[in-house]
């Protein structure tokens, strides 16, 4: 076997093959079979463009009267856009051939090839109430030269997670074909901590079929429960390994998102979690999203050291990361422990505008153009100012949730002989706490009297 990987720039590549040869050259007919495997897989972050991924993994083998080759791929493209919507394409293939050396025992060969390019997008709908998916698939196989090619249209409701275990609904319909009609699909599946999904899967299909070592194999039956297990694998410091598997020195991850409410710098009850928040482990090749209750837990992975961060380029433009944040964190991973992380996140929802305003008594006019308004806090520290324009309009945006006040600044009061005028001199404003919206304060007046 020769394999290797290699990972840099949101981008990775990993590959490998396998020799066999048999030594059992008088037991099967046709004497000694010797073939190989090979896998190859590429994935790449495009930064704001698209996420790629291609797999790929085959056989081919032969003995003295047949050969056989047999493949697999899987091209992906996906974006998400914003924090509910992601769509997808790309194409499938599996393909199995034998082609003997001559006419043997009635074999001539045989070859089956299934290929289906799709197109789908999935919606989270808001408050939790589950994804909404819609799709296309173009589909095309060809079984002992019996071809066959067809168009379906489908759509599907996933129900929110409850304790790791979901539901899936589903129906497609066939519009072109020797087979149009209506094709159902439900699926259970339950999530392990670890990362391994175990799926039970009833199908209705007008005509069904099962692919079987790539082997595509038409069916008469046209319903069908399936057991499947799905599993991912990464690139270890130990090699590449399957993040579902039971392995006793494995460590893991708790992470949750957070804004801390009280500021007291920990993550305690009456923080705000923080859901959608892209989160990347340097064990993982994708970014893992926290889950509604702002927490994300990637598969296990060797002890060792590690760095997580937050993907700052998906991040929702109302949150912002801390700047002893923005390169992220090392942390230990413990053999058969959990690692807790906590990461603060800044919500800056509030936008505020305003017009300041002089009055004079005897007409006289004021050029208040570059005059500074500030922006207090609660215990009256300066977060922010702005500078007035020709028109006397000042902006603040990115603003945090809290209590403010907002003032000219002294110097400007006293330089210019100002006195503060009923209740318009100094404002109080409240930005209320959340991250999904930006709340956006207008048309605020504050109004000096000249002396």
Not at 4 to 25: C, D, F, L, Q, R
Not at 70 to 83: T, V
Request: aromatic content about 12%; charged content about 25%.
């Amino acid at each position: 076997m020769i394999g290797g990987g290699i990972s840099k720039n949101n981008g990775g590549i990993n590959a490998s093959i396998k020799k066999y040869v048999s030594n059992t050259a008088n037991r099967f007919e046709g004497g000694l079979i010797d073939f190989n495997e090979y896998n190859l897989g590429l994935y790449k972050n495009l930064e704001k463009i698209a996420d790629v991924k291609f797999n790929l993994n085959g056989r081919s083998g032969e003995n003295d009267i047949a050969k056989n080759t047999s493949y697999y791929y899987d091209l992906n493209i996906s974006r998400k856009i914003g924090s509910n919507l992601t769509i997808e394409g790309g194409k499938t293939e599996s393909n199995y051939s034998t082609d003997y050396e001559e006419n043997t025992n009635n074999y001539n060969g045989y070859s089956s090839k299934y290929s289906t390019i799709y197109l789908k997008a999935d919606y989270k709908m808001p408050k939790d109430l589950g994804t909404l998916t819609l799709g296309h698939d173009i589909i095309n196989y060809n079984y002992s030269n019996q071809p066959n090619k067809y168009n379906m249209m489908k759509i599907g409701y996933t129900f929110p997670e409850i304790k790791r275990i979901t539901l899936s609904l589903g129906t497609g319909y066939k519009y072109t074909g020797s087979d149009n009609g209506f094709d159902i699909y439900a699926n259970l599946a339950y999530r392990t901590k670890s990362g391994r999904v175990f799926n039970i899967n009833y199908q209705y299909n007008q005509m069904g079929g099962y692919i079987i070592n790539n082997m595509f194999l038409p069916m008469s039956s046209r319903h069908s429960i399936n057991l499947v297990v799905n599993d991912a694998f990464a690139l270890l410091p130990s090699g590449i390994k399957s993040v579902g598997y039971s392995d006793d020195n494995r460590g893991y991850v708790d992470v949750v998102t957070y804004i801390d409410k009280n500021h007291n710098g920990k993550f305690d009850k009456k923080d705000i979690r923080v859901k959608d928040v892209p989160v990347k482990f340097s064990w993982e090749n994708t970014p893992i999203y926290t889950n509604r209750r702002g927490r994300a837990f990637p598969g296990g992975t060797d002890a060792g050291t590690y760095n997580l961060k937050v993907d700052t380029e998906k991040l929702p433009a109302t949150l912002l990361v801390d700047r002893t944040q923005e390169q992220g964190k090392m942390i230990r991973v413990e053999a058969r422990k959990t690692t807790k992380v906590e990461i603060p996140l800044i919500s800056c929802i509030g936008n505020i505008k305003g017009k300041l305003k002089i009055i004079d008594d005897f007409g006289r006019t004021m050029n208040i153009e570059d005059f500074i308004i500030i922006l207090n806090n609660e215990e009256g520290e300066e977060i922010s100012y702005s500078t007035v324009d020709e028109y006397g309009n000042f902006y603040f945006s990115g603003i945090s949730p809290g209590n403010y006040k907002i003032k000219l600044d002294d110097s400007f009061i006293y330089s210019n002989s100002l006195e503060n005028y009923e209740d318009k001199s100094e404002l109080s404003i409240n930005i209320p706490y959340g991250y999904k919206k930006f709340i956006d304060i207008n048309n605020l007046e504050l109004v000096y009297k000249s002396i």
